[in-house]
Nanobody, 125 residues
């Protein structure tokens, strides 16, 4: 069982930055994927970025260059650095985890077994 707890959300003006954190506990599996997803009002939850146990990352195409995912295994913490935020980034952000079964980390919500409770990010214009 894996427990995930997000923090770091809040309100920010357009152009600003936020760093989200997700502290994980429990057995994380030696081969694993961790990811950030987001869900805006009225929209489906979608992937933001993924990282595996070796530090290999992947991003949603539209977010490359503005968002950075990283993981500090010593602190059991997953991060998401978000820069140049726009109102379109307003959403609830979730971290998720799963064992890694293939070379690439899965991108679909349904592939992830463990989820945090989410943290709200609101970007005002």
């Amino acid at each position: 069982q894996v427990q995930l707890v997000e923090s770091g959300g809040g309100s920010v003006q357009a152009g600003g930055s936020l760093r989200l954190s997700c502290v994980y506990s429990g057995y994380i599996y030696s081969r694993h994927c961790m990811a950030w997803f987001r869900q805006a009002p009225g929209k489906e939850r979608g992937v933001v970025a993924t990282v595996n146990e070796a530090g290999s990352t992947a991003y949603a195409d539209s977010l490359k260059g503005r968002f950075t995912i990283s993981k500090d295994s010593a602190k059991n913490t997953l991060y998401l650095q978000m820069n140049s935020l726009t109102p379109e980034d307003t959403a609830i952000y979730y971290c998720a985890a799963r064992p890694r079964y293939s070379t690439d980390c899965a991108l679909a919500v349904s592939n992830y077994d463990y989820w945090g409770q989410g943290t709200q990010v609101t970007v005002s214009s």
